[in-house]
């Protein structure tokens, strides 16, 4: 927690309830202009003392400026708005890209202006026509009227290294009305070996599509419902692996993302028969051929590893590891 002028400035937890929701739910929901004003709000600094708690920081911006955010008639989009809202952040005492993550893509400018080119489902996947085979089979609609607001992942691997099962749950926001369903994809390394959806919660399992030669499986995950905009929903589902087919997955774990989400949690959690010699977490920002970041992690007492990104996207983001020896 930060110091400022005497007293602890206040934390998101603390935050007061606002008309529309307490801070902590608008910093997970949005929109950016309701959050910032919440935030501005619990921090109870005026716009002035704001614009000097900046000038601190050799960020220059107007009252006008933040004025406009809060309200909604600007937002922040240029490079060096964003980084002026990066320290805003800081100086509002809310969590690092808690502000920002909520922003989405940059609107177009102009009459002239072309329309945002808008990466495909399969961009991020190597076999992208496989992928799009498969996903021609589905309802891809919903996609793009689905926010992601957060995504975790918890991978169990068997004793003999092959992945058992994957549990993951999801929240997402609707962007617009209508969305009635998510749109899976998974792939193996392991010829004839994909999972079973099991264990699914708030939806239930639509339409599947596989492609057994390239080890790869779409699935729709059909809401309760459609969502109407700015509706919320936490979707649950487990993909297991029949026992004794455990696929290897090149001894890594990836999420792609084409779309950013606000945060992603990634959980491996190891038999105790053995744990790897090296385990690291990486990310490959869309548009890169190699890992740009890179990062150890250490086992816990569970016998796992965990790694958070937030605010990440488009792009992979993974954890992998190495056996000792030539396991």
Same mark, same amino acid.
Not at 10 to 31: A, C, I, K, R
Not at 292 to 307: F, I, M, Q
């Given at each position: 927690?930060?110091?400022?002028?005497?007293?602890?400035?206040?934390?998101?937890?603390?935050?007061?309830?606002?008309?529309?929701?307490?801070?902590?739910?608008?910093?997970?929901?949005?929109?950016? &202009?309701?959050?910032?004003?919440?935030?501005?709000?619990?921090?109870?600094?005026?716009?002035?003392?704001?614009?000097?708690?900046?000038?601190?920081?050799?960020?220059?911006?107007?009252?006008?400026?933040?004025?406009?955010?809060?309200?909604?008639?600007?937002? &922040?989009?240029?490079?060096?708005?964003?980084?002026?809202?990066?320290?805003?952040?800081? $100086?509002?005492?809310?969590?690092?890209?808690?502000?920002?993550?909520?922003?989405?893509?940059?609107? &177009?400018?102009?009459?002239?202006?072309?329309?945002?080119?808008?990466?495909?489902?399969?961009?991020?996947?190597?076999?992208?026509?496989?992928?799009?085979?498969?996903?021609?089979?589905?309802?891809?609609?919903?996609?793009?009227?689905?926010?992601?607001?957060?995504?975790?992942?918890?991978?169990?691997?068997? !004793?003999?290294?092959?992945?058992?099962?994957?549990?993951?749950?999801?929240?997402?926001?609707?962007?617009?009305?209508?969305?009635?369903?998510?749109?899976? $994809?998974?792939?193996?390394?392991?010829?004839?070996?994909?999972?079973? =959806?099991?264990? =699914?919660?708030?939806?239930?399992?639509?339409?599947?599509?596989?492609?057994?030669?390239? /080890?790869?499986?779409? !699935?729709?995950?059909?809401?309760?419902?459609?969502?109407?905009?700015?509706?919320?929903?936490?979707?649950?589902?487990?993909?297991?692996? &029949?026992?004794?087919?455990?696929?290897?997955? /090149? /001894?890594?774990? !990836?999420?792609?993302?084409?779309?950013?989400?606000?945060?992603?949690?990634?959980? $491996?959690?190891?038999?105790?028969?053995?744990?790897?010699?090296?385990?690291?977490?990486?990310?490959?920002?869309?548009?890169?051929?190699?890992?740009?970041?890179?990062?150890?992690?250490?086992?816990?007492?569970?016998?796992?590893?965990? !790694? $958070?990104?937030?605010?990440?996207?488009?792009?992979?983001?993974?954890?992998?590891?190495?056996?000792?020896?030539?396991?």
């Amino acid at each position: 927690m930060t110091i400022a002028a005497g007293r602890p400035t206040q934390s998101v937890e603390d935050s007061e309830s606002t008309g529309h929701g307490s801070l902590t739910q608008l910093l997970t929901t949005g929109p950016f &202009p309701e959050a910032l004003r919440a935030a501005i709000k619990a921090s109870r600094l005026s716009l002035d003392r704001i614009q000097h708690r900046l000038a601190l920081r050799g960020v220059t911006i107007s009252v006008a400026t933040l004025s406009y955010w809060q309200s909604g008639r600007r937002r &922040p989009e240029r490079p060096e708005s964003l980084e002026a809202l990066r320290h805003l952040e800081s $100086v509002l005492g809310v969590p690092q890209s808690g502000l920002s993550a909520l922003l989405g893509p940059p609107r &177009p400018r102009g009459r002239r202006c072309r329309p945002t080119t808008m990466m495909p489902i399969d961009a991020l996947w190597a076999r992208r026509e496989r992928v799009a085979n498969l996903l021609a089979k589905v309802d891809t609609s919903s996609d793009l009227k689905l926010g992601r607001i957060s995504q975790h992942d918890r991978i169990e691997i068997s !004793a003999d290294g092959g992945q058992k099962s994957v549990w993951v749950r999801q929240i997402l926001r609707a962007e617009q009305d209508g969305p009635d369903r998510w749109a899976l $994809v998974f792939e193996t390394e392991e010829q004839d070996v994909l999972p079973e =959806v099991v264990n =699914v919660r708030n939806c239930h399992l639509g339409r599947v599509a596989k492609d057994h030669e390239a /080890n790869i499986m779409v !699935a729709e995950m059909m809401f309760e419902r459609p969502l109407a905009r700015g509706e919320t929903i936490i979707m649950e589902y487990e993909l297991a692996f &029949p026992e004794g087919h455990y696929p290897k997955g /090149n /001894n890594s774990f !990836a999420r792609k993302f084409r779309l950013p989400v606000r945060e992603y949690v990634i959980e $491996v959690r190891f038999d105790e028969a053995g744990a790897p010699a090296r385990i690291q977490q990486y990310s490959v920002p869309a548009g890169d051929e190699t890992p740009s970041r890179r990062r150890n992690l250490t086992l816990d007492s569970e016998h796992g590893v965990h !790694a $958070v990104a937030l605010g990440f996207g488009p792009g992979v983001f993974g954890v992998r590891w190495e056996w000792p020896g030539n396991r």
